[in-house]
């Protein structure tokens, strides 16, 4: 897709963020994808325009035609912080097109301002520490050697009206075989190097546009070619919505979950060395999702290479519950019930 093809709104907009970045020499860009969310906007946007840094940094908040107010009320964070907040607004949504067009036109927003440094938050969620992005960036300048930063988050459950349990986030290095085996960053956490994030988005963007979720491989594809730092404070909260893409309830939006999660683990297991132990647990997570692929496509070569993995390390019961899901697909249901009651967690290392 050229940049050509992108909507009129968005080039227009897209113009305007170069001229006002050429002047403004922006350090870091906060990335803010935002869609019908009136209620929660404001506190992203509190969020940015209250962070205290010795650098300049601006937010690109991409509207995608929202039928509520958030729009407007970008407009008035806009007008008041000309300098922070640059937005583009759609005439239409682009999300829905599942074509990468959205990616494309973040992408070639976030180039244009020219920071150096990318950070993450939507419209949904918010940043509580305003010193978030000045403790990010210390550290990666005084570290070179590391290409993402991320921080603690708590979640808060809007249907609940409540925030969850406190997770313990530790001040340490993440590596890529932690990666690999389970996504421990929050997108609302992070800020990396823009060119480690173009470097992912130039080896996968086709790709990732057909995945339902894009950021946990970037994070492992960052492992892959550099250190990356958790820091313990909690400085973020991520809302959770009953209707979130991430939260998603029905069997068939599981199951597109599940084949991502399945195509990334093939995708991004290949990118560097890991010991066998995290070999093995990658695979026998691969197995699971396995079952459900398993149960939607009736995919007889994928149901053997499972079965193989399942006989060889004893996993016996895993072994007939995936056989059962070939055979009666339509107990769909059940296997994520089994799946969440009684599967395993891996006890064999080789």
Avoid at 7 to 27: D, F, G, H, N, Q
Avoid at 174 to 203: A, E, H, P, Q, W
Avoid at 230 to 245: C, F, H, K, P, W
Wanted: net charge positive; glycine share 4%; charged share 25%.
């Amino acid at each position: 897709m050229s940049l050509e093809e992108l909507p009129v709104e968005a080039l227009k907009a897209i113009e305007s963020i170069k001229s006002e970045c050429t002047r403004l020499k922006p350090l870091v860009v906060v990335s803010c994808i935002t869609y019908n969310h009136e209620p929660y906007i404001r506190e992203a946007l509190d969020g940015f325009v209250s962070q205290k840094t010795d650098f300049p940094f601006v937010v690109v908040i991409h509207d995608d035609a929202s039928t509520d107010n958030t729009a407007n009320i970008i407009r008035e964070y806009a007008n008041n912080y000309p300098k922070i907040i640059l937005p583009i607004f759609e005439v239409e949504n682009q999300y829905s097109k599942r074509n990468g067009i959205l990616g494309k036109i973040m992408h070639q927003a976030r180039e244009t301002t020219g920071a150096k440094y990318v950070a993450f938050c939507e419209g949904d969620d918010y940043w509580t520490d305003p010193l978030k992005l000045q403790k990010q960036v210390d550290f990666l300048e005084n570290n070179p050697d590391y290409g993402l930063v991320s921080c603690g988050f708590r979640q808060y459950y809007q249907g609940r009206n409540e925030f969850g349990k406190l997770s313990n986030f530790e001040d340490k290095d993440l590596t890529y075989d932690d990666m690999l085996i389970i996504n421990r960053i929050g997108t609302l956490s992070v800020c990396l190097r823009r060119d480690f994030y173009n470097l992912y988005r130039n080896k996968y963007a086709e790709r990732s546009s057909k995945w339902v979720y894009g950021d946990y491989p970037a994070w492992i594809f960052v492992a892959s070619q550099a250190k990356i730092r958790q820091l313990g404070e909690i400085m973020t909260v991520y809302r959770v919505l009953d209707n979130s893409a991430s939260h998603l309830s029905s069997i068939k939006q599981k199951l597109n979950w599940v084949k991502t999660r399945y195509d990334v683990y093939d995708q991004m297991s290949q990118l560097a060395p890991v010991s066998e132990g995290t070999y093995y647990k990658a695979e026998y997570n691969r197995a699971r999702l396995s079952w459900y692929i398993v149960a939607l496509t009736k995919d007889k070569t994928l149901l053997n290479r499972v079965m193989k993995f399942y006989n060889e390390n004893g996993f016996r019961k895993q072994a007939l519950i995936t056989k059962c899901m070939y055979l009666f697909p339509r107990l769909k249901r059940l296997w994520f019930y089994l799946d969440a009651k009684f599967a395993p967690t891996p006890r064999v290392y080789r």
